[in-house]
């Protein structure tokens, strides 16, 4: 005697076909819904932007005392450091009496759209090399 089990023929196909229809569905309305929104907003306070700081006398000490207000350290010579921060941290600079000017936005090396590759240097930093690109450049000086 040959059991029946529950969806078996032509009904219980028809219903597996309509559940994989209804999960697709609903596995790629969250996708477009995503894609749809990822247009260019407008800058606000929250962005990180380049600034440059006017100091006398650089020292070991003036940058660890600039980077305590939450800005990062870009650069740094005798006379400027270059901080790339958000607005609130450049007016608590400004409020402790640093000279601040603004330099432009910080360099966007968050897109993919170059090919990096994890562990990868930015299109930006094309003069430093990874470990691949190092022995690319060495076998080519070799071969000439």
């Known amino acids: 005697m040959r059991l029946r089990t529950r969806?078996?023929?032509?009904?219980?196909?028809?219903?597996?076909?309509?559940?994989a229809a209804?999960?697709?569905?609903?596995?790629?309305?969250?996708?477009?819904?995503?894609a749809d929104s990822a247009h260019k907003t407008?800058?606000?306070a929250d962005?990180?932007?380049?600034?440059e700081i006017h100091v006398d006398h650089n020292t070991p000490?003036?940058?660890?005392?600039?980077?305590?207000a939450g800005v990062t350290v870009d650069e740094a010579d005798e006379e400027t450091v270059v901080v790339s921060g958000r607005a609130t941290q450049i007016s608590t600079l400004r409020r402790q009496?640093?000279?601040v000017s603004p330099l432009g936005s910080a360099p966007d090396r968050s897109s993919d759209?170059?090919?990096?590759?994890?562990?990868?240097f930015p299109s930006a930093d094309s003069k430093h090399h990874n470990y691949a690109g190092m022995n690319t450049?060495?076998?080519?000086?070799?071969?000439?």
Do not use: H, K
């Open 7 to 19: 969806g078996s023929g032509a009904r219980g196909g028809r219903r597996t076909a309509a559940f």
């Open 22 to 34: 209804l999960l697709a569905l609903a596995l790629a309305a969250p996708v477009s819904a995503t």
């Open 137 to 144: 450049e060495i076998d080519q000086r070799l071969a000439a």
């Open 42 to 44: 407008a800058p606000s």
């Open 97 to 99: 009496g640093y000279d």
């Open 113 to 120: 759209s170059d090919g990096v590759r994890p562990y990868d």
């Open 47 to 51: 962005d990180v932007r380049r600034y």
């Open 61 to 68: 000490v003036t940058r660890p005392a600039i980077a305590a």
